[in-house]
C-alpha cells in the first residue's frame, strides 16, 4: 500500500506559476512512472507528465515547454513546475504512482486543486 499526498495548487493568474509536489510514503517496492493527471469538471481525467526512475519524461502536447516534471527518488517525491499557466477551465490535479511489483496498478493522490484567472 502506497499513500500519495499532493500539495501546491492554488489561484494564480494566468502567465504566473505553480510548483506541485507529491511524496509517497515509503514501499516495499521500488517506486517505477510517477506522474501527473488533470481532471475537469465535465472531462475525462488526463495525462499531464510522468517521469520514470531513470528519467525519462513524458508530457501532454498542451503543456510541452510550460510545464517541467521531476523527481527526487531518495524522497519518493515527484514535482510539477508550471510555468506561463494559461486561464483554463479549474482542474484538480491528481499524482500517481506504479509499482515495479505491482505495475498493472496505480497508486493515485487526493488530488489538489489549480484555479488559473484571466
Known amino acids: 500500500q502506497v499513500q500519495l499526498v499532493e500539495s501546491g495548487g492554488g489561484l494564480v493568474q494566468a502567465g504566473g506559476s505553480l510548483r506541485l509536489s507529491c511524496a509517497a510514503s515509503?514501499?516495499?517496492?521500488?517506486?517505477?512512472?510517477m506522474g501527473w493527471y488533470r481532471q475537469a469538471p465535465g472531462k475525462q481525467r488526463e495525462l499531464v507528465a510522468e517521469?520514470?526512475?531513470?528519467?525519462?519524461?513524458n508530457y501532454a502536447d498542451s503543456v510541452k515547454g510550460r510545464f517541467t516534471i521531476s523527481r527526487d527518488n531518495s524522497k519518493n517525491a515527484v514535482y510539477l513546475q508550471m510555468n506561463s499557466l494559461k486561464p483554463e477551465q479549474p482542474a484538480v490535479y491528481y499524482c500517481?504512482?506504479?509499482?515495479?511489483?505491482?505495475?498493472?496498478?496505480?497508486?493515485w493522490g487526493q488530488g489538489t486543486q489549480v484555479t488559473v484567472s484571466s
Open positions: 500517481y504512482a506504479v509499482l515495479s511489483a505491482t505495475w498493472w496498478y496505480a497508486y
Open positions: 515509503r514501499s516495499r517496492s521500488s517506486i517505477n512512472t
Open positions: 517521469i520514470t526512475s531513470g528519467g525519462s519524461t
